[in-house]
């Protein structure tokens, strides 16, 4: 079992910037991919970021160029610098995680852009 535990959502103003981080409990081998989803009241929960444990990066097309994703693998943790937020990334922000051909979930973090 892999636990996940997200921090840095909240409301910021539209072309203001969050970092969220999600860090993954301790395991005996490590976590390959992790990566941000996200679902807005409504939506399919759609694709964030996302990267693997060599740091190759995949992006959804409404975040490129305004969102990088990193992750420090001697913590477990995942991070999403998030700049340029506009209310259309208003949405529930969840972290997940790769490890021995599980996909683990974290709780969601809100993150709520408006003015």
């Known amino acids: 079992q892999v636990q996940l535990v997200e921090a840095g959502g909240g409301l910021v103003q539209p072309g203001g910037s969050l970092r969220l981080s999600c860090a993954a409990s301790r395991t005996s081998f490590p976590i390959s991919a992790m990566g941000w989803y996200r679902q807005a009241p409504g939506k399919q929960r759609e694709l964030v970021a996302d990267?693997?444990?060599?740091?190759?990066?995949n992006y959804g097309d409404s975040v490129k160029g305004r969102f990088t994703i990193s992750r420090d693998n001697a913590k477990n943790t995942v991070y999403l610098q998030m700049n340029g937020l506009n209310p259309d990334d208003t949405a529930l922000y969840y972290c997940k995680a790769v490890h021995l051909g599980q996909y683990y979930w974290g709780q969601g973090t809100q993150v709520t852009v408006s003015s």
């Open positions: 990267i693997t444990r060599d740091r190759r990066t």
